[in-house]
Nanobody, 120 residues
């Protein structure tokens, strides 16, 4: 497994921007897929964006065109740039890493999350 630590959470105004970062404890080149998920109070955790080792990205329809996921192999980080924030964006954001192995199958690791609270 890999340890993941999220940072960058904080208040974001409607229409504003925020950048979240996820630092991995080891090289992300070994991760097949990394991604960001979020969970709002009373709701299930949902996928926000993923990026493969080859750089292919996928976004939830609710964030497409507003959020950008990127990975930096030199820093072993995966960032989520949020623009044009909407009222439904506040949540706890979690970083995720997936490694596919022949012996153990799919191994998923999660960070502890970073809070993006509702801005009053």
């Amino acid at each position: 497994q890999v340890q993941l630590v999220e940072s960058g959470g904080g208040l974001v105004q409607a229409g504003g921007s925020l950048r979240l970062s996820c630092a991995a404890s080891r090289s992300i080149s070994s991760m097949n897929v990394m991604g960001w998920y979020r969970q709002a109070p009373g709701k299930q955790r949902e996928r926000v964006a993923t990026i493969s080792g080859g750089g292919t990205t996928n976004y939830a329809s609710s964030v497409k065109g507003r959020f950008t996921i990127s990975r930096d192999g030199a820093r072993n980080t995966v960032d989520l740039q949020m623009h044009s924030a909407k009222p439904e964006d506040p949540a706890v954001y979690y970083c995720n890493a997936v490694i596919w192995t022949s012996l153990a199958g799919e191994i998923r690791s999660w960070g502890k999350g970073t809070q993006v609270p509702v801005s009053s």
